[in-house]
């Protein structure tokens, strides 16, 4: 497959200090459990945001719930100020102490109390308690009360024996490991800044399948990111002169042996990409030999019994293995 070559020194550095220190800051975030122990107990209210701007006076003294994207952050001291965007709305929230999951970039819910200047506008907003959404959601789905199976005839869902719809209605709804969790944010940003033009629903699927399948393969997702990253530069889009599609560039015979049906579909070329990567690592075990397999194909590794001395798939070796290295902190 034709790759390619993405990523120069500024980004990569910015990449590797993103994920720097990931554990240890979610680590220290407020917990899903304890946020809605504590969205209980204050009897947070439920009321859309339109409604409570129209009337901010008969809010004073409430707390109400927010989910929105920080937009910029402004410490002093213990305390800190920050600007949260929400449904086209920006609101300045004042925080007593430093909430890891305030940073830049990240989408939380935010437990806040309306102050008693807030008379004409939200303009008197005090932070009471903060988390990551991913993981207030998917904590919300866990304890939802599960539906009665209705027992759907096969006829009602005629995709259901579609490989590639299993595959991508998986993805969608799977549900990360604690650990996935806990550096979803810090990937989420710095796919972010690989590719700006990503909508925020691409965003959160490509990171999301990202992290699923490497963890349902068990393949470093270092190692993945560093693969698509000089792929495709993160474009789903993507399509090489030689055929070569989506995130992972898979030429279309691979493609279809592998069972995908959409190539640019973000959850099929990431399941696809990252298990073919497991295939080559698990038949040749060596790092510089499954990438050339990825890249070249496995008849010349096996043609020249080891590193095919094509230019391109030596430097896409080189690349490859020096932005993991860089991301292990090697």
């Keep these: 497959m034709l790759t390619r070559l993405h990523c120069g020194t500024v980004t990569l550095a910015l990449f590797t200090a993103l994920l720097c220190g990931t554990t240890a800051e979610a680590a220290s975030s407020q ?30 003294g ?3 719930e927010i989910t929105g994207l920080v937009n910029g952050i402004a410490r002093c001291g ?24 305030i940073e830049t970039g990240n989408t ?28 207030v959601s998917q904590r919300e789905k866990q304890l939802a009360p599960k539906p009665k199976p209705k027992g759907a005839s096969p006829a009602s869902t005629p995709a259901s024996n579609s490989k590639a719809f299993i595959m991508s209605r998986q993805a969608r709804g799977f549900g990360l490991s604690s650990r996935a969790m806990q550096i979803y944010d810090p990937y989420r940003r710095a796919i972010a800044k690989f590719n700006p033009r990503l909508t925020p629903q691409q965003l959160d699927t490509i990171t999301k399948s990202v992290l699923a399948f490497s963890e349902r393969y068990g393949v470093d997702p270092r190692l993945v990111v560093a693969l698509i990253l000089v792929e495709s530069g993160f474009k789903p889009a993507a399509t090489s002169p030689k055929g070569a599609m989506g995130l992972g560039q898979l ?29 080559h690592l ?49």
């Design 31 to 60: 917990s899903a459990d304890e946020y809605l122990a504590l969205r209980k107990s204050l009897g947070a209210t439920s009321a859309a945001l339109p409604t409570i701007k129209a009337s901010p006076l008969n809010y004073i």
């Design 62 to 64: 409430k707390t109400i």
């Design 78 to 101: 213990e305390s800190v100020t920050f600007l949260l965007s929400c449904g086209g709305e920006c609101l300045v929230v004042k925080a007593a102490s430093v909430h890891k999951c």
């Design 108 to 135: 939380i819910r935010a437990l806040v109390k309306i102050g008693p200047n807030s008379i004409a506008s939200l303009s008197d907003l005090t932070l009471e308690c903060a988390a990551y959404d991913y993981d």
């Design 251 to 279: 030429m279309p015979g691979t493609a279809r042996g592998l069972g995908v049906g959409n190539a640019y579909d973000p959850v099929q070329n990431v399941e696809a990409s990252i298990r073919l990567v497991r295939g």
């Design 282 to 330: 698990d038949k040749y075990g060596d790092l510089a030999l499954a990438l050339s397999a990825y890249n070249a194909g496995g008849g010349a590794v096996r043609k020249y019994g080891g590193i095919p001395p094509y230019r391109e798939t030596v430097n896409y070796v080189r690349k490859v293995s020096q932005i993991y290295r860089a991301l292990c902190g090697g």
